[in-house]
């Protein structure tokens, strides 16, 4: 299936004849080390949300290549929408879609952690006010096992520009990864601290400040260990979140949807 930038007005009214789902991409541009581009996670989820519409024949909304990353903003380039604008403007967008008949949308988050707390805030909006079907596919998630099976650095390895979104970048854009640049740097671990999510512990939630973040990721940005990954994890990686995401599509599209009130225009 097709961008919806690409497509006419009258391309979606006849898709809507048959089917009721959209996807939307979400990202960020921040600092990702000094190996990755600042849109790694537009990237990612851009890469994943296509794929997806394409083996699913589902439209893929135009992206979002902005999200929620004050914590980021002590390196350069990093642009951080507020967490209320990030909500708002998802909501707005939802509500556009459902508005023209369509009754499902998965949010693509390739921003991971970070996203999702305005991302979780707007989905349930959405779904209480009006009775839309609303997902996130977020690669931790989503692509929880494989990480699992397929990582190789040590604790703490995964977390920000780490082993994994920079193998998944080695195999979407490697023309965009500069591995002579890749540093391991894993921030020392504390008491209820431990920055890699899939690493058990019983942690205290603690939000990174900008400072905070700053001495945390040294002059490179990374909280993580890059230098393990590889081309190989990466399609690895890509095709097990790919697999899950459109089983995970074909499942939405047996859950039966009533939307209980169309949105008003906004305006
Ligand atoms: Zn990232």
């Given at each position: 299936m097709a961008w919806l930038y690409d497509m006419t007005w009258?391309?979606?009214?006849?898709?809507?004849?048959?089917?009721?789902?959209?996807?939307?991409?979400?990202?960020?541009?921040?600092?990702?080390?000094?190996?990755?581009?600042?849109?790694?996670?537009?990237?990612?989820?851009?890469?994943?949300?296509?794929e997806a519409g394409r083996r699913t024949d589902t439209i893929v909304a135009s992206p979002l290549w902005y999200g929620w990353t004050p914590h980021h903003m002590?390196?350069?380039?990093?642009?951080?929408?507020?967490?209320?604008?990030?909500?708002?403007?998802?909501?707005?967008?939802?509500?556009?879609f459902i508005y023209h008949g369509f009754k499902k949308i998965i949010v693509v988050n390739g921003h991971r952690e970070a996203n999702l707390p305005p991302l979780k805030i707007a989905a349930s909006k959405v779904r209480n006010s009006?009775?839309?079907?609303?997902?996130?596919?977020?690669?931790?998630?989503?692509?929880?096992?494989?990480?699992?099976?397929?990582r190789t650095s040590e604790p703490g390895g995964i977390g920000h520009a780490d082993e994994l979104e920079t193998s998944h970048m080695l195999y979407l854009k490697p023309e965009l990864v500069d591995m002579s640049k890749s540093v391991k740097n894993i921030p020392p671990q504390g008491h209820f601290h431990h920055s890699d999510p899939f690493v058990s512990a019983d942690r205290l939630?603690?939000?990174?400040?900008?400072?905070?973040?700053?001495?945390?990721?040294?002059?490179?940005?990374?909280?993580?260990d890059p230098t393990v990954a590889s081309v190989e994890k990466g399609k690895v990686y890509h095709q097990s979140v790919m697999e899950n995401f459109v089983q995970a599509i074909n499942h939405i599209a047996g859950i039966p949807v009533e939307i209980k009130k169309i949105p008003e225009v906004n305006a």
């Amino acid at each position: 299936m097709a961008w919806l930038y690409d497509m006419t007005w009258q391309d979606v009214e006849l898709y809507l004849k048959t089917k009721d789902t959209i996807i939307l991409p979400v990202g960020s541009t921040e600092q990702h080390g000094l190996h990755l581009p600042l849109g790694t996670d537009s990237y990612v989820a851009i890469q994943l949300a296509e794929e997806a519409g394409r083996r699913t024949d589902t439209i893929v909304a135009s992206p979002l290549w902005y999200g929620w990353t004050p914590h980021h903003m002590g390196y350069t380039g990093t642009a951080s929408l507020k967490a209320e604008t990030l909500t708002q403007v998802v909501v707005d967008l939802c509500e556009s879609f459902i508005y023209h008949g369509f009754k499902k949308i998965i949010v693509v988050n390739g921003h991971r952690e970070a996203n999702l707390p305005p991302l979780k805030i707007a989905a349930s909006k959405v779904r209480n006010s009006t009775g839309a079907y609303v997902a996130i596919v977020d690669p931790f998630y989503i692509g929880d096992t494989v990480a699992r099976e397929i990582r190789t650095s040590e604790p703490g390895g995964i977390g920000h520009a780490d082993e994994l979104e920079t193998s998944h970048m080695l195999y979407l854009k490697p023309e965009l990864v500069d591995m002579s640049k890749s540093v391991k740097n894993i921030p020392p671990q504390g008491h209820f601290h431990h920055s890699d999510p899939f690493v058990s512990a019983d942690r205290l939630i603690v939000p990174s400040s900008v400072e905070s973040n700053r001495v945390a990721g040294g002059p490179s940005g990374v909280t993580a260990d890059p230098t393990v990954a590889s081309v190989e994890k990466g399609k690895v990686y890509h095709q097990s979140v790919m697999e899950n995401f459109v089983q995970a599509i074909n499942h939405i599209a047996g859950i039966p949807v009533e939307i209980k009130k169309i949105p008003e225009v906004n305006a």
